[in-house]
């Protein structure tokens, strides 16, 4: 199945236009990242059909240049922000990779799919989008993706991710919590999780193509 037949019943919705109407106001009158064209950047990068993982995040990155439709990931022309920073000292700590690029494309394009619950953010304003309703419409996307697939790895870091394993069946898929990359609860947990060893054992396990992380 692709994204436009998985998304049609929740685009064809009241709920849905509404909601878009809330979003295009917004980016006509205030700053808005990411940019428009990337709002759903996600997932054009990982098709449905592709999706072995998914990771998690809450919002966009809320800073010029940095928010470019994947969570956690940022353009190469800023600096790294500290979640991504402990992200990449776990990656190296637990699979011996050191990673350069800021950007997570080549993940997304393996079939990491990095979802963020709220699609956009005002300019320097943290979850202020949180109530626009995007909520509904990546609830919809997860337990999806629960559904119609069977042994997809999701990965959630910290309190606020981990709300969504109600909507993924463990039974069919493996489920991996963990504290949150921000230094506010790196030490609680995250560092030395080893989440990139782990998703990728189970996908052997499961006869599938380990991630390039």
Not at 19 to 25: A, S
Not at 100 to 110: A, F, H, I, N, V
Not at 144 to 169: H, M, P, R, T, Y
Request: include cysteine; aromatic fraction near 12%.
């Amino acid at each position: 199945m692709t994204w436009t037949e998985i998304l049609a019943p929740i685009k064809n919705t009241e709920y849905f236009t509404n909601l878009w109407e809330k979003v295009k106001q917004e980016y006509a009158t205030t700053k808005v990242f990411p940019p428009k064209n990337q709002i759903f950047r996600a997932l054009e990068i990982t098709p449905f059909e592709d999706i072995e993982v998914v990771i998690i995040g809450q919002d966009p990155y809320h800073n010029d240049y940095q928010a470019n439709g994947l969570c956690f990931s940022v353009s190469e022309q800023v600096a790294a922000p500290p979640s991504l920073k402990n992200i990449f000292i776990e990656l190296k700590d637990d699979l011996g990779v050191v990673r350069t690029s800021k950007e997570l494309d080549d993940w997304g394009k393996q079939g990491v799919l990095l979802l963020n619950a709220t699609l956009t953010v005002r300019a320097h304003s943290p979850n202020s989008h949180k109530d626009l309703g995007w909520e509904k419409f990546t609830d919809y996307i997860i337990k999806e993706i629960s559904d119609k697939k069977e042994n997809v790895v999701f990965v959630l870091w910290g309190a606020f991710a981990q709300k969504k394993a109600e909507l993924i069946d463990p039974a069919k898929h493996f489920i991996l919590k963990s504290a949150h990359p921000s230094p506010f609860s790196v030490y609680r947990g995250f560092f030395g999780s080893k989440p990139f060893s782990k998703i990728n054992e189970y996908l052997i396990s499961k006869g599938k193509k380990p991630i390039s992380w």
